[in-house]
């Protein structure tokens, strides 16, 4: 486990709910290339808040990554909602692109 992990899962014991930590957490998993365990921190982060809309885009290219393609199809469709939601303008043209995206995925 790299130091960077290790320093973010103190600061998680400190907050279990703290979506920047989660989010950290997550991006830090994929680029290890643990996607399951971004997902899982992704998911953690958007049970704890769920307009933040970021994770549901990032959750749903780690999905892409682990080869889960109706998963993140699935995940996208909840980020566009929860953006519409929050007025997320910006994520909501993401999440709208990666749909695409993902839409001529196989």
């Given at each position: 486990m790299s130091e960077r992990l290790e320093?973010?899962?103190k600061?998680?014991?400190m907050d279990p709910k703290d979506t920047f930590v989660l989010y950290a957490m997550a991006q830090e998993?994929?680029?290890?290339g643990d996607y399951a365990a971004a997902v899982e921190y992704y998911q953690r982060c958007?049970?704890?808040d769920a307009s933040?809309?970021?994770?549901?885009?990032?959750?749903?290219?780690?999905?892409k990554h682990a080869g889960q393609l109706d998963r993140a199809r699935a995940t996208v469709q909840a980020g566009i909602q929860a953006a519409h939601r929050a007025s997320d303008h910006k994520a909501l043209g993401e999440l709208s692109?990666?749909?695409?995206?993902?839409?001529?995925?196989?």
């Amino acid at each position: 486990m790299s130091e960077r992990l290790e320093k973010l899962k103190k600061l998680l014991a400190m907050d279990p709910k703290d979506t920047f930590v989660l989010y950290a957490m997550a991006q830090e998993c994929f680029k290890q290339g643990d996607y399951a365990a971004a997902v899982e921190y992704y998911q953690r982060c958007i049970e704890a808040d769920a307009s933040y809309c970021y994770a549901y885009y990032h959750m749903a290219v780690a999905q892409k990554h682990a080869g889960q393609l109706d998963r993140a199809r699935a995940t996208v469709q909840a980020g566009i909602q929860a953006a519409h939601r929050a007025s997320d303008h910006k994520a909501l043209g993401e999440l709208s692109t990666l749909q695409v995206d993902l839409a001529e995925a196989r």
